[in-house]
């Protein structure tokens, strides 16, 4: 906001999309807003999630190691019981090969904490079903013909359900391996992250035009940007993220 914004758009993809509707919905649990009357951020005018979760154990499930993510969160949590919530395992989180509409997919087990595990895996906040009933801006999801990273039922039914609730949500059902553009390998990760060139441009406009049609004043132009304080903010450093024991 310092920056000349008025207000921003939270964008979620794949994991991020279960974060996106935190921000605005959590504003009144933030250090020092614990007074503030307003029921979501005011500075947020909507909130977009492409690639979109539901809910993580449903996505947990479906993962290429899904058979093993009760035991995954059952190992993090004994972790935590033991003291150990904040060494970095390597090697303990399960993955296996699954097999998925287009043939075989690997993803291997990546080292983690088993606080940054339950933070995403076993984490209530991350119920999008929940998070996004409470907001009162905007909401676009945006799903990808071949994505299946997360699939459309997941898209579509938290659509369903945030309509009924009386959200103003809308969604895009983007057509992407009919016209031709390749997936990627067998769990759709290009679809998932709409890599071809005519399909992220029609995103973008699909995009602008529920700007025009859901945020008064999307299309005023934009004169108090501060490009100077944007270029000077610091990258961060180090990164969000723990250090391995071994390379």
């Known amino acids: 906001i310092g920056l000349g914004y008025e207000k921003v758009i939270v964008q979620g993809h794949s994991k991020g999309t279960t974060v996106a509707p935190i921000y605005p919905v959590y504003y009144n649990n933030c250090s020092g807003k614990e007074g503030m009357t307003d029921a979501n951020d005011p500075h947020v005018a909507g909130v977009i999630t492409t690639g979109t979760m539901r809910e993580v154990r449903e996505a947990g499930i479906w993962a290429p190691w899904g058979d093993y993510y009760d035991t995954n969160v059952q190992i993090a949590h004994a972790a935590v019981a033991a003291g150990l919530g904040d060494q970095v395992q390597e090697n303990v989180y399960y993955a296996q090969i699954r097999t998925r509409p287009n043939g075989p997919y690997f993803e291997p087990a990546v080292p ?52 009924s609730n009386g959200n103003d949500v809308s969604i895009f059902r983007q057509d992407y391996t009919s016209l031709g ?5 067998p769990f759709g990760r290009s679809a998932h992250q709409i890599a071809h060139p005519a399909a992220r441009d029609e995103a973008i406009f699909e995009i602008n035009q529920w700007m025009i049609d859901k945020i008064p004043g999307a299309q005023d132009p934009a004169t ?17 993220t723990p250090t391995p024991t071994n390379p």
């Open 112 to 163: 983690s904490t088993a606080n940054s595990y339950l933070s995403f895996w076993d984490n209530p906040l991350r119920d999008v079903r929940n998070t996004a009933k409470e907001l009162t801006s905007p909401y676009l999801i945006i799903h990808t013909e071949g994505d299946f990273n997360t699939l459309r039922e997941w898209s579509d039914a938290l659509f369903a359900e945030l309509e």
């Open 181 to 185: 553009y390749p997936i990627g390998n």
């Open 224 to 240: 108090d940007i501060d490009f100077v304080a944007i270029d000077n903010l610091p990258d961060f450093d180090p990164p969000l």
